[in-house]
Antibody, heavy 118, light 110 residues
Framework: QVQLQQSGPGLLRPSQTLSLTCVIS??????????WNWIRQSPSRGFEWLGR?????????DYAESVKSRIVINADASKNQFSLQLLSVTPEDTAVYFC????????WGQGTLVTVSA | DIVMTQSPESLAVSLGERATISCKSS??????????LAWYQQKPGQPPKLLFY???ARASGVPVRFSGSGSGTDFTLTISSLQADDVALYYC?????????FGPGTKVEI
């Protein structure tokens, strides 16, 4: 059974960088059949897919156009985890952030409420 | 982007009665003869839980009173006999193309 454990700060000031990590157990971030996503949920915007990383013969990333200019998703195979960085946050980035596995999102992290406020 | 819509926004169903939720995609999500459509259940303070993938394939541990169906751009989640534990928000999601997109959700109450 795949489990995802998220960590990272929950309160940020505007212009700071959001950094979250998702540690994987029961699977490998380097799996050639999986993909590793970051998704956020807010009352105003619902669910918003932010991006993903996956390994085939090399690492690849895909990002949502809405955040493409300020998002970085990385994988660390030595720690079996992947991470999200979102630069220059604003109050509009306030949301619950989730990591999730797959295309059908069959495993989810517990969620992290990130609040951006001065 | 593929736009997902759901109806109704909310529904109240008596215990033991049937609940039916509709999901429509703005374009076909058919890929290799499979519909790239998933359903999730979300309870307050929890992450979503996968119920169905490929529109009708039941995820592990999902009770048989839940069923998923549909094709083309029209999909349905049915709870045949509502239990108290089924009170939740339900979402559909397409994984045919990026960005992955979700419906706005349907709230099921008793």
């Amino acid at each position: 059974q795949v489990q995802l454990q998220q960590s990272g700060p929950g309160l940020l000031r505007p212009s700071q960088t959001l950094s979250l990590t998702c540690v994987i157990s029961g699977d490998s971030v380097s799996s050639t059949t999986a993909a590793w996503n970051w998704i956020r949920q807010s009352p105003s915007r619902g669910f918003e897919w932010l991006g993903r990383t996956y390994y085939r013969s090399e690492w690849s990333v895909d990002y949502a156009e809405s955040v493409k200019s300020r998002i970085v998703i990385n994988a660390d195979a030595s720690k079996n985890q992947f991470s999200l960085q979102l630069l220059s946050v604003t109050p509009e980035d306030t949301a619950v952030y989730f990591c999730a596995r797959g295309w059908d999102l069959n495993s989810w992290g517990q969620g992290t409420l990130v609040t951006v406020s001065a | 982007d593929i736009v997902m819509t759901q109806s109704p926004e909310s529904l109240a169903v008596s215990l033991g009665e049937r609940a039916t939720i509709s999901c429509k995609s703005s374009q076909s999500v058919l890929f290799n003869n499979k519909e790239s459509l998933a359903w999730y259940q979300q309870k307050p303070g929890q992450p979503p839980k996968l119920l169905f993938y490929w529109a009708s394939a039941r995820a592990s541990g999902v009770p048989v009173r839940f069923s998923g169906s549909g094709s083309g751009t029209d999909f349905t989640l049915t709870i045949s006999s509502l239990q108290a534990d089924d009170v939740a928000l339900y979402y559909c999601q397409q994984y045919y193309s990026l960005p992955l997109t979700f419906g706005p959700g349907t709230k099921v109450e008793i």
